[in-house]
């Protein structure tokens, strides 16, 4: 896991909100049952200054009595348990309430982190990806190769259209596999509606269900942020998030308007990213060749050597999808 400073207080804060919510709920349930048994009220009273009396004690070294004092607490719990359970309470009705038992909300059993701590953290890197509601949808279980032709073959690869969706299938996979002991980063081309994006989304699926911190935009969005963040005075976040994820995705490079801020923000992004060994996926339906036209020698120089380059092939989907009725 591997949550930035922010995205550790930002769970910490529902932690300790959630405990204030329970103490509340508590003083809550105690009001509610002094008003309804009375003699809980008392036997509180009796308690606390039962165990004042314990205390002192203690502290004076004085032995003798607390035997007694320690019984008469008990008989007063039992009683308090007692007249809980014959008022049809629970038991427990008492007691601070935990919406974690196993941390008692706080996020850690000793100095391990709680499961409830990673699926927090799974929850906010989605909601935080801005792919939250897609990849219910769009992920490998639904990934299908019925869209690619097996008779259309590629002249230069000899691989059929579905042949190509299989191995850049099989890269995806891999790519997922391997992410946490190595270093890779893809550039996913081809026409549109051949399944670029659906292919990132496996990815960002899988990486973020096993709490990988993972940013997808696209790239109109992202120069909206990068142009923002740059000249605004606290640019940190923004670009923390571009720079530092723990995968990028920039879905249809080429759509957003090119100018010569976006394309030193593009080589900016990637050789920062590749620096830091983070890494970037990057889908266009721009052609290789046009590529370096588009943004710079330096970029595509620096793409080139650094991605896998996966192409897809075939009939735009989101027009077979209409064919099929919907589908
Ligand atoms: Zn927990």
């Known amino acids: 896991m591997s949550l930035q400073n922010y995205q550790y207080d930002i769970i910490m804060r529902?932690?300790?909100?959630?405990?204030?919510?329970?103490?509340?709920?508590?003083?809550?349930?105690?009001?509610?049952?002094y008003e309804k048994i009375p003699r809980i009220k008392e036997i509180d009273g009796e308690v606390a200054s039962l165990s004042a009396q314990k205390a002192r004690a203690l502290l004076s070294g004085e032995s003798s009595g607390l035997e007694d004092l320690k019984a008469a607490i008990s008989l007063l719990s039992q009683e308090r348990t007692a007249l809980l359970v014959c008022?049809?309470?629970?038991?427990?009705?008492?007691?601070?309430?935990?919406?974690?038992?196993?941390c008692q909300d706080t996020g850690y059993?000793?100095?391990?982190?709680?499961?409830?701590?990673?699926?927090?953290?799974i929850e906010l890197l989605y909601t935080q990806s801005n792919l939250k509601e897609i990849l219910k949808k769009e992920n490998f279980d639904h990934?299908?190769?019925?869209?690619?032709?097996?008779?259309?073959?590629?002249?230069?690869?000899?691989?059929?259209?579905?042949?190509?969706?299989?191995?850049?299938?099989?890269?995806?996979?891999?790519?997922?596999?391997?992410f946490d002991d190595s270093f890779e980063n893809l550039f996913l081309y081809g026409d549109t509606g051949v399944g670029k994006t659906f292919l990132s989304h496996c990815i960002a699926h899988d990486l973020l269900e096993s709490a990988h911190c993972v940013m997808y935009f696209s790239a109109f969005d992202l120069f909206d942020l990068l142009a923002s963040s740059k000249f605004s005075r606290d640019k940190t976040e923004g670009e923390e998030f571009v720079?530092?994820?723990?995968?990028?995705?920039?879905?249809?490079?080429?759509?957003?308007?090119?100018?010569?801020?976006?394309s030193s923000q593009l080589f900016l992004c990637i050789n920062e990213r590749i620096m830091r060994r983070k890494s970037t996926i990057i889908s266009t339906?721009?052609?290789?060749?046009?590529?370096?036209?588009?943004?710079?020698?330096r970029t595509f120089s620096r793409i080139a050597s650094n991605y896998r380059m996966v192409?897809?092939?075939?009939?735009?989907?989101?027009?077979?999808?209409?064919?099929?009725?919907?589908?």
């Open 285 to 297: 339906n721009l052609k290789l060749e046009n590529f370096s036209e588009t943004y710079s020698e």
């Open 143 to 178: 990934f299908s190769f019925d869209y690619y032709s097996d008779t259309m073959k590629n002249e230069a690869t000899g691989l059929t259209e579905r042949e190509t969706a299989l191995r850049a299938y099989d890269i995806a996979r891999n790519f997922v596999k391997n």
């Open 87 to 102: 008022n049809s309470y629970p038991e427990d009705y008492l007691e601070l309430p935990y919406t974690c038992p196993i």
């Open 311 to 327: 192409k897809l092939e075939g009939k735009d989907i989101r027009i077979q999808k209409i064919f099929l009725g919907g589908k």
């Open 14 to 33: 529902e932690y300790s909100k959630t405990q204030s919510r329970n103490r509340r709920l508590l003083e809550e349930r105690t009001q509610e049952i």
């Open 243 to 262: 720079f530092d994820s723990d995968l990028l995705i920039i879905d249809d490079l080429g759509t957003e308007l090119t100018n010569s801020f976006v």
């Open 109 to 121: 059993v000793g100095n391990q982190k709680c499961t409830c701590f990673k699926k927090a953290a």
